[in-house]
């Protein structure tokens, strides 16, 4: 049986939550006036939602309590080097882990932490 993951997150502002995952790369595929306001976003095989919703701290989002959305690219230095490209703050820039694999981290407006990484 194949299988897909969609993510579903919730925004204080949607139209910040769109220029900032477009600015990672991922296309918009949908949006909706709601209520609740809503946007889709795709890069690949990877999905994210996003409905808008009351603000909460970032804080509270931060890993370890949180989540860590992870997003597997073919190549991770080019998706890193399109974010720093486009001005956006890394939490940790590229780096080989001991696992095997190669990654770098930030967060979104709302707290949500991105992990991408390189396939195995």
Known sequence: MDASLRVEI???DL?????????????TTGRSDGPPRYAAF?????RIGAAEAPAVDPVRRAVPAGAEIVIDVD?????????VGAGLPLAEDLQDRPWGLRDFRLSDPDGYYLRFTSRH
């Open 75 to 83: 190549d991770v230095r080019d998706v890193r080097d399109r974010v």
């Open 15 to 27: 139209d910040e939550t769109v220029r900032f995952y477009e600015r990672l790369g991922f296309g």
């Open 42 to 46: 795709r890069m690949g095989r990877a």
């Open 10 to 12: 919730f925004v204080a």
